[in-house]
């Protein structure tokens, strides 16, 4: 099993951590977001490991500047509870990324998540 220590190395070298912010049906919402790409399959199956969540091939479109180049493999996170926990853990080891993922955090608590009346843990 990989330390928090290795993935907040990961993060800071390959990874990316922000809040995105998208329309529906003219309404705002704004989520946070930790995301990781390699072309390495299996350094992006070790997140996706520990952040139990899937990965996706970004396919290379016809016009791109990427064309002939190896896959590009991403997998990522939006859940407030889910990155709010990844971040408490890695928080301490991150280095380049650390005060994104503070700002972040903050964002998570000042914005708890609405299910609707359900609840999530995170074990």
């Not at 990961?10 to 072309?39: H, M, W």
């Not at 199956?45 to 479109?61: D, F, M």
Request: aromatic share 8%.
């Amino acid at each position: 099993m990989r330390s928090w220590d290795w993935l907040a190395g990961v993060l800071d070298c390959d990874g990316a951590i922000g809040l995105s912010t998208r329309k529906v049906k003219g309404k705002e919402y704004t989520s946070p977001q930790i995301q990781f790409g390699n072309t390495d399959k299996k350094l992006i199956e070790a997140v996706a490991n520990i952040l139990e969540c899937n990965i996706s091939l970004n396919k290379v479109k016809p016009n791109s500047s990427r064309l002939g180049t190896k896959p590009y493999y991403v997998c990522g996170i939006t859940s407030k509870p889910k990155c709010k926990h990844i971040i408490k853990c890695i928080l301490p080891y991150l280095i380049t990324k650390k005060e994104k993922a503070y700002k972040v955090l903050v964002f998570i608590e000042n914005n708890p998540p609405n299910y609707g009346g359900k609840r999530f843990s995170i074990t």
